[in-house]
Structure formats: C-alpha cells, structure tokens
C-alpha cells in the first residue's frame, strides 16, 4: 500500500519530493508489516511450543514476562521477528535523513528570519545534558533529541517529528494524539480547569501541546526541553501556526521558573525515556512550580502489564532492547502513588489510570473526511493535585 498523502509539509515542515516519500512510505509499512505478519508468526510459535514447554516444567515462568522471554529468544520466528524490529526503526530515520539534510538550511534561514514572534525561545548553550540521555540515541534516531550539526540547527527536530508520524500514524498527521489524549483526559477530570498558566516537560517538538493551545487560547503555554534542535524546531513549526510557545532549553528536573508559577505541569511520553533516579528530581521540580491547587498531569506508554497475554508484553518489552527505549516497561513497576506523596501530594488528590488513546483514520473512500476514534487501548495516566492555599497536604 503506498500512501505519502497522510502527512504534508505543513504538518512536518519538510519538502520531501517523490522518492523521499516513497521511501519513507516503505519505512511506514514495513513497521506495520513487522508489528502484524512478523509478531503473529512470532506469537503463534509462542503459543504452540514455548508456552506449552514452559508451563510443563516451570508454570510459574510462562507467567512471567523476563523469563518466558528468555526461553523466546532462541525462536528462530522470533528472533527474526526482533531484527526486523531493530530493522524497520533504523529504516525509518534513514529513509527521513535525505529530506532532513536537504532542507537543512532551508529551515534554517526560516528559523532566522522569524519577526516578533507570537511566543519565546530561550536557549542555554551551557546546559549539561542528563547524562541518561547521553548514553545512547534514544528510539534510536541518530543524534538523540540534543544534538546539534551545525549552527542553529533544526535537524534533529524535523527528523523527530517526521519520523513520529512513520512510527505511529494513529496519532495522526499533526503527531498531536497524545496531547488529544491528556486534554480529553483533563476535560473528563476537570471539566470547568482551565489554567492561567502551564507547562510541558520534555516537550521535544511540541506537537502534543497544539491541542492545548487551541482548546485554551488565553492560557500562557511554557514548555522545556533538554534539545536545542527540537526547540528551534518547535519554534518555528508553533509561529508558523500562529501559536504562541514560550520554549526553554532546561532539564525537567532544573527548570528554573519561580515557584508557584504554573496551574497546569504536564509531561507527554517522556518517563518512559527517563532513569529512575531522575523521576523523584523531576516529581519534585512539578510541584514546586505547581500553585497551590494546581494539577499535575503525566501521560505516557500504556501500562503492558496489566494485559493478560504474556507475549504481548513482551513485545512491549522489545522496545527497551531494540529501539533504545531504555526505561519503557520498568517505568510501570515504579509506585507512582508513593513516589508523589514524597514530594507533597495530597494521597487523596493522587489518580492513576488510563486515558483513552485518540486514534487517528485516515480517509477512505467510504469516509472521505479523516476521523478521531478513542482507541481500545489506554495511555498510562497520572493525576495530582497541589494542596489549596491555606489547606493541609
């Protein structure tokens, strides 16, 4: 199936010409390939013969997730399975890199040339990245979210958000599912909130706060990242949307805003990407830029193991090993209740749960106007609330 019409430049800022495109369209389906075909070949091999084998010697082991993987590895159907896996992620940014280095400085010179921006970008060349995040090219894609190859660059930004679109479609051509998601959680949740002033950690390229922005047109929008390339990116992408985004180059544990500045924290599918002795930092960091009262919201990758089908988590588990996603199941084995009471939550204000995951479709020639379906499956949703002024914890 060849498609290039799902996402246009106005979605991803590149001007990728045909071949570009097509390539790219191969990298889409060939991970829809992989994650169909290839995994229930897989998964069929698991439940014929290693299933069976494991409950026969240890029951207790085709129950757990680490162990029974163990015995899957040496699967021929699996272990290919796995390399296409590595395969089709490395596939996805090679075949996004020509459109990225050749409009380079195309995007460049429009990052330069902007005027009176309707929102703010404030840069630290002096940062010290995390050093969680220098230790391998998250996801796989070269460069990580912080590396610069020239001068103002933007590289790494278009080549994220590009190749976000390629990894999941479902979260549409605007790559905003996530930020659908959480607003559509928060509206459920807080129906009459809206915050004065909120801010996104680890907002990369920014794409799930547009829903934001729309929904609150009056809120002040700060966000922080630890990449330059993904802010200047964000930058460019939000003016050209006429959003206003007050952007910061900071680590979500240090942001340095003032204290009680924010009604509204929210993080987008960053924790999965995050060490575990840098979550009770950043936890901290929330609720002191919270205002009393103020909501603190965290969305990320759904919680695999809760799903009953061993092999299922598993290849949520895959990703850890073969895409860089280095803390994607370990996040979910965190007591996330004890951890925000640490910091000062309120036990009754803590919620944890699921957001319904907002699932893009694409047009088709029975529905010809692209849709929004809440998807069977659920983001892994946190909710607390900063005591009132004058209350006790």
Request: glycine share 6%.
């Amino acid at each position: 199936m060849y498609d290039i019409n799902e996402q246009t430049s106005r979605d991803h800022l590149l001007d990728a010409n045909l071949e570009e495109r097509t390539r790219q369209a191969f990298a889409k389906h060939l991970r829809q390939f992989v994650f169909g075909t290839t995994r229930g070949v897989a998964q069929q091999a698991f439940a014929q013969r290693v299933a069976p084998e494991l409950a026969r010697k240890d029951p207790a082991a085709a129950r757990d997730r680490k162990r029974a993987r163990e015995a899957l590895l040496q699967v021929p159907e699996y272990q290919f399975f796995c390399d296409l896996h590595r395969i089709s992620q490395e596939q996805i940014w090679n075949s996004t890199a020509d459109s990225v280095e050749r409009d380079a400085d195309r995007l460049r010179a429009e990052f330069l040339a902007l005027r009176n921006p309707k929102g703010s970008l404030q840069l630290n060349p002096e940062l010290q990245i995390p050093e969680y995040l220098l230790a391998m090219d998250t996801h796989c894609m070269p460069g990580s979210y912080h590396t610069d190859w020239a001068e103002n660059d933007l590289s790494n930004g278009a080549l994220y958000e590009r190749g976000s679109f390629l990894y999941t479609p479902s979260g549409g051509p605007a790559n905003d599912g996530a930020g659908r998601a959480s607003l559509d959680f928060l509206r459920t949740k807080l129906p009459d909130f809206v915050p004065r002033r909120m801010l996104d950690l680890g907002c990369a390229t920014c794409s799930p706060l547009f829903p934001y922005a729309r929904a609150f047109p009056e809120t002040e929008i700060h966000a922080v990242d630890s990449g330059a390339p993904v802010l200047r990116y964000a930058h460019l992408h939000a003016e050209k949307e006429g959003i206003a985004l007050h952007l910061r180059q900071a680590d979500a544990a240090a942001t340095g805003y003032e204290d009680g500045m924010f009604d509204l924290v929210t993080a987008h599918i960053m924790f999965h990407e995050t060490e575990s002795y840098a979550i009770p930092q950043i936890l901290a960091e929330a609720y002191r830029v919270l205002a009393p009262g103020g909501v603190l919201l965290i969305v990320d990758l759904p919680n695999a193991g809760l799903i009953p089908d061993v092999f299922q988590q598993i290849v949520f588990d895959g990703d850890a090993y073969y895409n860089n996603e280095h803390f994607w199941m370990r996040m979910h084995d965190l007591d996330w209740a004890a951890e925000l009471r640490k910091v000062g939550f309120p036990a009754e204000s803590i919620e944890i749960g699921a957001a319904p995951m907002q699932m893009y479709i694409a047009p088709s020639a029975e529905h010809p106007e692209p849709r929004w379906n809440k998807g069977r499956f659920g983001f892994f949703a946190v909710m607390a609330r900063k005591a009132a002024a004058g209350s006790a914890k």
